[in-house]
């Protein structure tokens, strides 16, 4: 993707549309990439504008560009950097996946600069990173048989990413290296793995789970963001297909929400995730070039429901009729974390300053896995935090990253 000039008007745009998209997000509480002769499971060819191309290689770093497809047909972009800059340890290298969270893609990881982002430092310590791409994200907007442009396409919230995305993509790197994978999740993230293993799900391809801004709960989201009662807005003002935050009249129709809110869209530091500590302006400008990805708008509904609600559950169709023929009866299950294996190693990162991962919001999360097994449970928390430095802080290697790793070793 070639780099764009943007002045100061054009960065306080992008930053209204992020803090409209956030907005939107607890107020509700295209053309297909081209296959490159991809086989499900196997790096053929690696596209020119693809992320290995602007993102990695560019560094230095061997780079190899995967797709696998889900049990329900969407068909996933997925980056692996098999070894660091300099090759690094010839032993076989312990796997680790890395997945993004809401309206981000597999970037993420790279963005900063290689000393600085999980995705390298991990590489040149001599893992073996996998980075996968949720569906509907510039890289995985492809389908076995619906097209984009559809309803259908969209149809999708996290129960999904949980039920269908992550599994697959486990069983991919499973496969790949004939070893349990080591999985670190961010803000979205967190939640699927979350889902998934709390139903004791690919348990047996998994030594070890790592979430940063851990998202089950959301019932602390600030009151002035919230406004549970506009849920009922969505289906009638922009209906239940893609969400893209960049488009002028999901631009305009947050920006109503927000108004009648009475909400600061323009506040992103403390609307969207909080006043991070640890920031510097070079990688937001880079993440600025790549602006926001879309989601689906029944994914932002779930959410709204999560936090309405004050419960980890799948998603509310909203009467019994629909929800007694999806699940069987006329609410929808809860997703029982207490049920997540006693002995799968976790490690839990928070911060103090976490909009989107309340501190108390957490603390319920720790509530519901108190009798995890001590020795498999590691928690830290770290006072002056908010969302994004868990990702992209300058010091984010020292205080979350080597903790991580280490994390991941001591359960190797």
């Known amino acids: ?21 956030t907005t939107f997000l607890v107020v509700l509480m295209t053309e297909p990439y081209k296959s490159f002769g991809f086989i499900s499971g196997l790096a053929l060819e690696s596209p020119p504008d693809g992320i290995c191309a602007t ?30 800059r300099v090759g690094g340890d010839t032993n ?72 269908h995305d992550l599994p697959a993509v486990i069983d991919l790197v499973f496969n790949q290296t004939g070893q349990k994978v080591n999985y670190v999740g961010h803000s979205q993230g967190t939640l699927i793995a979350l889902a998934l293993f709390s139903q004791a799900k690919q348990i047996d391809k998994v030594n070890s789970v790592a979430l940063l801004s851990p998202i089950a709960y959301l019932s602390f989201i600030p009151e002035a963001i919230l ?22 009249y999901v631009q305009e129709f947050v920006g109503t929400l927000c108004a009648k809110s009475g909400f600061d869209c323009f506040d992103v530091a403390s609307a969207f995730t909080g006043i991070n500590c640890c920031l510097n302006g070079s990688v937001l400008d880079v993440f600025l070039e790549y602006e926001l990805q879309p989601t689906a708008t029944k994914n932002l509904l ?41 002995n799968l190693p976790l490690f839990l990162s928070y911060g103090g300053r976490d909009l989107l991962s309340d501190v108390l919001d957490v603390q319920t999360l720790l509530k519901a896995l108190k009798l995890h097994d001590p020795d498999k449970l590691s928690v830290q928390y770290i006072k002056n935090y908010a969302h994004l430095d868990f990702i992209f802080g300058v010091n984010a290697k020292d205080v979350v990253f080597s903790k991580v790793m280490s994390f991941i070793l001591q359960h190797s």
Request: charge should be negative; charged fraction near 20%; include cysteine.
């Open 1 to 21: 993707m070639p780099r764009r000039q943007m002045g100061v008007h054009s960065l306080l745009s992008t930053f209204s549309v992020l803090s409209l998209c």
């Open 55 to 84: 993102s990695i290689t560019i560094h230095g770093y061997e780079c190899q560009e995967y797709e696998v497809t889900t049990d329900d047909g969407y068909i996933l972009s997925v980056q692996r950097i098999p070894q660091g």
């Open 92 to 163: 076989k290298k312990l796997p680790v996946i890395l997945q993004h969270g809401l309206f981000l893609d597999g970037r993420t990881w790279v963005l900063n600069s290689p000393d600085q982002n999980l995705g390298f430092i991990l590489a040149d310590r001599s893992f073996d990173v996998w980075i996968p791409n949720t569906r509907g994200t510039h890289f995985s907007r492809r389908h076995v048989s619906r097209n984009p442009t559809s309803l259908k396409f969209w149809d999708w919230s996290w129960d999904d990413l949980a039920a």
């Open 302 to 342: 779930h959410y709204a429901q999560t936090a309405r609600d004050g419960i980890f559950r799948k998603y509310d169709y909203g009467n019994f009729i629909e929800n007694e023929f999806h699940y069987g009866k006329t609410t929808p299950p809860v997703y029982d974390l207490s049920a997540i294996p006693r």
């Open 227 to 248: 406004a549970k009662g506009l849920i009922a807005q969505v289906p009638s003002e922009i209906g239940f297909g893609e969400f893209d935050p960049t488009v002028p």
